[in-house]
Structure formats: C-alpha cells, structure tokens
C-alpha cells in the first residue's frame, strides 16, 4: 500500500459511484462502492423537469458528480484533531473527454478545496449507464423575458430577494429542497434536486458540499435557459459571517462567501463554455434590513415571510402537538427571531418550540407537559449560536487595520476598491450589531440566552 493510500485510509475515503453492478463486481481492492440506483438515486420525474432544449450529458455529469460528492462528504467523519480529509472518488461520466480536461479538472479541485477545507482526487471513468439525454426534451414553458436565476427554497432569504427582484416575472427560479412545491401547478422546470443520497452510515454533518450542489444546479437551469445571472439570495449575515468568525479547529465556511462563486464561475466556463455570474445583491445587508426592503414592496404580505422556515433542526425532532414548528433556537432561529423584530414582523405564538427567550433558564422556557423529543445538540447549538451573533456585533467595535485582511479577501474577489469594502463591511457589521442588541434588551437581563453568551450553559 502506498504512502498516499495509507494517508486516505486513515484520514479520507476511496470511493467508487457505479452505474452497473456488472462493474461493482469488478471491483476487488478495499476501496468503498456505491452505485447509482442504490444508496445514490436519480428521481425520474424530478430529472425530467431539467430536461428541456439544450440539455446535453454534460449536465447529467455535473449531477452525477454533485451526488458523488455529498455522498463521500456525509460519509467520511471528520477527526477532532484534523479539520481536513482525503477524499477520492471514482466517477461515472458519459462525456469523459471534457472531464479530463486539464482546466476543467484544475477548477474543480480549487472550487472544493475552497469549500469544503478538503484534498479533492476525483477520477473520470466512462459510464456506460442509460442515455443521460432523457426520453423527451422540449421548450421551456417561458420565453426569453427571464433575466436572472435564483435558488429558491422555503428560507427567507430566497423568499425576499426573489421577490425584491423579480420584475415581470424575470426569475427563473431554482428549487434547491428534495419536495417539490406544491403551492403551483402543472409541470415547470426546475422543480427541485432531482436525486437522492443516503450514505448508511452518514456520520459527517458538516456538509459543505452542499453549497457546490446548490451552485451547479442554478449554473445548469442557467445554461439551459441562457441566463448567465444568478442571484444568490443569502444576506450579509450569512454570507460574511462563518468566514469572519468561524469556530474555534474549524474551516471557516465558505458556502456563500464570494470567493468560492468566482472559483465556481471558473469551473463553469471550464466545463461548460459558459459565462455565469453569481451576484450577490444582499451582501452588505442584513437578513432584517432584507425583510424589512421586501415588505415594503406593493402586494407583499406579513404571510408570505411568516410562512418561510428557517430552523436547522431536523423536522422529526420539531413537532409539537401534531404540528410542524421551528426550534426558536438554533443560531438560525435565533437570526430569523432577531431579524423578523429588526423587521417589525411579529410572529405566531406557536411558530416556535421555544418561545419564550426572557425565561430565567432553558427549561422553563420549554413547552409544559410535552412529549417533545429534543436531540441532545439543541441546547449545543443555541448556546454557539447565540455568542457567535454576539461576536459577530463586537467586531463593529473592531479598528479598521483588525478587518483589513477580510475586506481585502473580499474585495478581491468582487473587484471593489479594499476602501469601498472596508467602509460596506463597518456599515454591516454596526447595522447588525444594533439589530442584536435590541433583540437582547427585548427578552430582558434575567434571559438565559444572557447567561449563554456569557459562557454559561446551565445557568
């Protein structure tokens, strides 16, 4: 065995995606297997909503890949004392000549060593599955008045910017979640992620690799449609800040920063021949500042923001009373709760499992005489949750030289001055620190979320 394969064994994967179990028999080494059909699976009918006019095998790579790389993400566990892991995967593709293109092949590894903090060794192979093609193919069912694609999920983000946005009807929205909306009917394109993936076991949460699905799907919407503008709906919080405070031995998180969309934007033009733009319209807002700009736009309701989820928890473990609820307090319940009152938008009483944030501790804050399983990470991620919102207001209070290398990182990568960007990033980083303080003096001094960010977890 060599060294390198020692290396991976001990801190990665070697994983092979077949598309036939003919191959997977062929196998015989100690590397790992999966196969398309299996524990990796393509839905039909959501496939078929991306295969209109111009669809070609390339896009069914991209896929394919896409489905590659969260599976060997979910299933390799990252080591306490070692962020980063060897990850080597063995790919299936019908076009195999522009995936061994240098460029292509160079682009790819930078867009993921940048995501996800990992070393990246992806190995083309020639597929010989089904034709990539699709059985039909047909004109998509709007004309050319579209001008911009948007991933488009129940979040609130994407809820907002798309409709702060669309003019006309001018988006072409991307659902980016594994249950297609049912709020509209007949067939539309890009009705939602058109595969599956379900490592057993899957004991890697971090998932960064989600961000590389979500971006080569709206690249593949926005090639078909010929739309090279994409919006990305995330706001300033949530862009700047895992990349400004990230947690102590851990990759900052890169997801929605614009240094991976430039590396994206290369691997797309490498792969596909096309221009895309991943724009960024809220980075130096906040999520409440968003709310607050989408509100105030002829027609739109308290409802339509109301009825947006934001909660990171799974769903089996946010029900109450037979009813789908919202933790009220994970760091992304935390920033909507934040956000919504920046907003002036006030919520229904039971939105959330967590209610009442002013309660002395955490158990009295819970619902009474419940059957309310909790996981034991809950209280794990509202304690971080809520001192990275407070570290993230202290450093408005930071001297502009403390903030230089960030801005530089960013200015860099949206072509603006390092001057422009410092002053844009002060300005955010002051508006969310007025924003949290005034959420922290609506739930009073005696709050336990006052004992948390003080270090405390138990009161």
Known sequence: MSKRDKEVKRYGLNLVVTDSASRRQKIQDDREVVEIGGQIRFDAAALDTYHYQGWKPVHHDLLVLCAAIEFADRRCARRLSQWSRLLSITVPVQQLGVWQKPKVQKTLRDA??????????ITFVQGNGAPANGSRQRALPFGNGKEFAIAYSDGIDSRCVSGLYDRNDNAIRVRVTKSRDRLKKGERPFDLIPFHVKP????????????FKFAAITA?????????????????????????????????????????????????????????NYEQPRLWRTKGQTI????????????????????????????????????????????????MQAAKVSEPEDAYIVTDLASETFEAALPKNNQLRLSKTMIDYGSVGARHLKQLADLADLQDKQLQRNAFEIADATGRSEEETLRNLKQLLVQHAEEWRNFLSAQGKKSFINRWIEGGRHG
């Not at 057993?200 to 961000?211: A, F, I, L, T, W």
Request: one cysteine or more; proline letters at 6%.
């Open 200 to 211: 057993k076991p899957s004991p890697e949460n971090s998932v960064r690799s989600r961000g």
């Open 112 to 121: 993921l060593r940048q995501l996800t903090g990992d070393e990246w060794n």
């Open 292 to 339: 607050s700009d989408y509100l105030a736009q002829p027609g739109k309701t308290l409802e339509s923001v109301i009825s947006t989820r934001s909660c990171w928890q799974q769903r089996w473990n946010a029900r109450l009373g037979g009813k789908l609820r919202q933790c009220g307090l994970c760091a992304a319940c935390l920033l909507r709760r934040m956000s």
């Open 220 to 276: 593949i919407a926005g090639h078909l449609s010929g739309v090279g503008k994409i919006i990305v709906p995330e706001s300033g919080q949530g862009a700047l800040g895992p990349v400004l405070l990230p947690l102590h031995n851990i990759y900052p998180d890169y997801r929605n920063h614009p240094v991976f969309f430039r590396k994206m934007e290369a691997l797309i033009e490498a792969l596909l021949g096309f221009s895309i």
